[in-house]
């Protein structure tokens, strides 16, 4: 494998495909803020915006800005973005919508977490890229909130009946991982150090069920394992990205056993997830092979095979194993050939199961500016240090 | 066409195959209700049961009693449904929870208004099966909570901020038009032409775009289309169901012109609905023909294809068209091809856009014993009459 060649073709993809046309397309010069619905082409068909994808695009080219290049339209367009969430996005608490219209009037209520932990991330990548404490005091601020959320992230938009089932979910300790590290330098080494220490036992004790050998996405309050729906549910590309952050978390922390247990779950994950018929990576499945609620469960993303592929380079890097490589020229195969669009910039997201393209858009409700551009990141970076 | 035969072949499929199937498989002898969740063979692979198909199941047999033969085992089956749903599916106040263990422990809340109106119907059924007042006045409770929610019907999990876009939304008035129907005798003959002319107006005139010749599944609080991911959404297969409780409510009240009115967006939808390359109806689409959110829009789904063919034999018996026939026996092939399971009882309820079986549940949490039986119910009756 030419790890030189690759790794162009990544950085390539990155700064000549993928980043003008967000860069051009995405950037909402009138109100602020960015376009996420937005055509094969490019066009905007749809003008609401969702914090998920503000705070992802806020913290993509700040990103961009502090690692790759300090070009001024980088940041500037993260800047713009950032504005715009810091004005429209929260209820002046740092509570954070799920989405508000074109000009900033909130839309869905701060129901989900996630626009807090995206936000957190966003607003300390914009801290650290444009020096200002202002951001960096909102990105904490919103990482208090989430810490005080953490035990019912739903508040009272949960809609579970106390006590008949409490369940814990997979997808809060693991974005944590992530967001403690992007967070280290206003959270400080000891915490990110305590907090990961808690965080690597809830992810790979808890969550991991070395009776399957996966990562399942709910369990119950006392760890056990929950035989319904949401308990038997795998998410493939959610664990398998979780084991990058994991990887990341305890190479920072120098636990070696850690990043082989990691490893070996992507590894697993993969086995399980990989569609032997018409490959690709299926969406959800049952742990016990019942048929799944979510419709879509054999579809094929475009961010579980771009986490995929950070995940497997991570645990090349570090561990070694020829599989991983194999697995890695097989789902790079996959990835470049169905969801990099030949024709148009960016890559399609939604294919179904026999990897056809099933939504021809590059952006909406859930795709923005994030996993592909910072799947090539990842990539990249990874693949220049072989 | 053999009507003859036909009206044979829906009633046998009704009786000896599909009739039989939830008798067997689905009751829950131990704990009462019923089990939704079986796979291709009926076997039970989940035990979490849910209001709206507990509460169609309870419908569907005492209509049977009621309109087919005084079995005893089909009230049976209804009354010891009723009674589980009577004793745990709601709050003690008729708000009916979402869902609730094998055991009847509530899982989720009453935060889904169509709880309710499957519990309303089930009961008013259920009151004329076994002459019991008290059901009938369980019916009339729920009904009465219907109205009371009807303006905000998901209340405190209601996650849209207020002001900014009030939608209303197409889902209610379509079942209530039906609902009303059902409940005549409870309800009375005054209320239901009163309440029925101004459903009617609310489906014909507000959701039906006559610019697009489409309902839509929302609109603006004053009545005119938003230009949004929900606003521009359609679900083929709702407004064609709403059309047969349109025709329905409209023989009722001796209103020609909207059976004719009915009977034309029938085939307005079916005609944008239908998929010209594989063939059967997809069940979400965006009025632009922009990507819509739902990754499931273009499988084809059992509810959509038996609601479509009661919709064209009863525009066929009411206005004569040809047209309406000949698509009756287009669907009608695709219908019988693709979801009856040739090999084990009960049908299919998901396919992927080309047809193929994608989940082989016979049940589950949305597919219950409802659309395949009152469906075949209803062609069997139809045909009956030519």
Redesign the interface.
């Known amino acids: 494998m030419d790890f030189k060649q690759l790794s162009k073709q990544y950085k390539n993809e990155l700064l000549e495909n993928v980043v003008p046309f967000w860069l051009s397309q995405s950037q909402d010069h009138e109100f602020g803020g960015y376009f996420t ?1 937005l ?1 094969r082409e490019g066009k905007v ?2 003008t ?1 915006k969702f914090i998920w994808l503000q705070a992802r695009e806020v913290w993509l080219f700040s990103m961009l800005y502090n690692k790759v290049e300090q070009k001024k339209e980088w940041l500037e367009c993260a800047r713009q973005g950032g504005e715009f969430l810091k004005e429209y996005g929260h209820d002046g608490n740092y509570n954070w ?2 989405s ?2 074109r000009e900033g ?5 701060p ?1 989900n977490i996630f626009s807090y932990t995206f936000a957190a991330m966003a607003f300390a990548q914009l801290g650290l890229a444009t020096g200002n404490d202002e951001y960096s005091a909102i990105a904490k601020h919103t990482y208090d909130r989430i810490i005080e959320k953490q035990d019912n992230p739903k508040g ?2 949960n ?3 106390p006590g ?2 409490e369940l814990k979910n997979f997808a809060l300790p693991m974005i944590m991982c992530n967001l403690n590290l992007e967070m280290e330098h206003i959270l400080g080494h000891e915490y990110v150090e305590q907090s990961g220490t808690k965080l690597i036992n809830e992810v790979m004790n808890t969550f991991y069920r070395p009776e399957l050998g996966l990562i399942v996405e709910n369990v119950n309050a006392d760890g056990s394992f929950s035989d ?2 949401d308990g038997r549910l795998l998410n493939p590309g959610h664990a398998i990205e979780a084991m990058w952050f994991i990887m990341d978390l305890a190479e920072r922390m120098n636990k070696k056993d850690i990043i082989q247990k990691a490893h070996q779950i992507t590894l697993q994950t993969l086995e399980q997830g990989w569609d032997k018929e018409h490959g690709g990576i299926f969406y959800f499945m049952d742990a ?1 092979n ?4 979510q ?5 094929k993303l475009w961010w579980v095979h771009l986490e995929t592929l950070i995940s497997l380079l991570k645990s090349y890097r570090l561990t070694g194993s020829q599989e991983s490589l194999d697995w890695f020229e097989k789902v790079h195969q996959y990835t470049w050939t169905h969801f990099k669009d030949a024709q148009f910039p960016e890559w399609f997201g ?1 294919l ?3 990897g056809e393209v ?4 590059k952006g ?2 859930w795709k923005g500016c994030f996993h592909v551009p910072r799947g090539l990141y990842q990539c990249w970076k990874e693949l220049e240090k072989f």
Not at 290 to 293: I, K, S, T
Request: with cysteine.
């Open positions: 619905c055509d068909y749809d609401d919508y799920f508000f219209t009037q909130p839309l869905i209520q129901y009272r938009y809609k579970a009946v008949t089932r319904t729906f016990k019942h048929p799944p609620q419709l879509e469960w054999d579809q939604y179904n199961r026999q099933s939504l021809n858009l909406g409700k």
